[in-house]
């Protein structure tokens, strides 16, 4: 099993410009979670999942987009990235009542 | 609001030391607290504690849950430069979400 694999590893935007970060899980987890990570914080909760076709908001969505078409694979849009969204984000999975399982991250900044 | 707190927020010991790390929190509908450790990637699990008054241990780290005072504690005996990372607190709540600490920066000196 690979687990949660995050796409891509590192990413520089300029203001403005858009993209979206994948995540995919092997592991038939129900569950699926967007955070964000700044320096000397914990995590912050973006977006999250409870099952294929379903999105709801989490403690900061705003400039941010989900979809969750396939049960695997949970992604993450900047429509118009702002220098405020440079950070370090995580995807996470998890089954039911059991512990998150964490992708490896993804390092944006937005210049 | 929910929250989680965390203390201390740094701390710096000497090999060999024993750290307690405290967690505090106010959640409503609270199902589990879990701790993790993260060294600059993400975070590794360490804990799920769901219950008053039951130690999980693993090795030289063990931690315990008050859920009358709202509270957990980790514990690290015998510190290795090796645990310096910095722990993470987050409590989860019925709807499966996660609402986490700010963490405890631990540094051990050798």
């Known amino acids: 099993n690979a687990g949660v694999t995050q796409t891509p590893k590192f990413r520089v935007l300029k203001t403005g410009q858009s993209m979206t970060l994948l995540c995919a899980q092997d592991m038939n987890h129900e569950y699926m979670y967007w955070y964000r990570q700044d320096p000397g914080m914990g995590l912050r909760l973006i977006h999250y999942?409870?099952?294929?076709?379903?999105?709801a908001k989490g403690e900061v969505p705003d400039g941010y987009n989900v979809s969750r078409l396939k049960k695997q694979n949970f992604l993450l849009g900047l429509e118009s990235a702002a220098p405020s969204q440079t950070s370090v984000y995580f995807c996470?999975?998890?089954?039911?009542?059991?512990?998150?399982?964490f992708g490896p991250g993804t390092r944006l900044t937005v210049t | 609001e929910d929250k989680v707190v965390q203390s201390p927020l740094s701390l710096v010991v000497h090999e060999g030391d024993t750290v307690t790390l405290n967690c505090s929190y106010e959640v409503t509908n609270f199902r589990s607290l879990l701790w993790y450790k993260q060294e600059k990637k993400a975070p590794t699990f360490l804990f799920m504690l769901t219950s008053s008054g039951i130690e999980k241990k693993s090795g030289r780290l063990s931690s315990i849950l008050d859920k009358k005072e709202l509270f957990s504690i980790l514990n690290i005996t015998a510190t290795q430069t090796g645990d310096s990372a910095v722990y993470l607190c987050?409590?989860?709540?019925?709807?499966?979400?996660?609402?986490w600490g700010a963490g405890t920066k631990l540094i051990i000196k050798p």
């Open positions: 987050a409590v989860e709540d019925s709807n499966y979400q996660l609402i």
């Open positions: 996470a999975s998890k089954k039911g009542p059991l512990r998150q399982y």
């Open positions: 999942s409870v099952g294929e076709g379903t999105t």
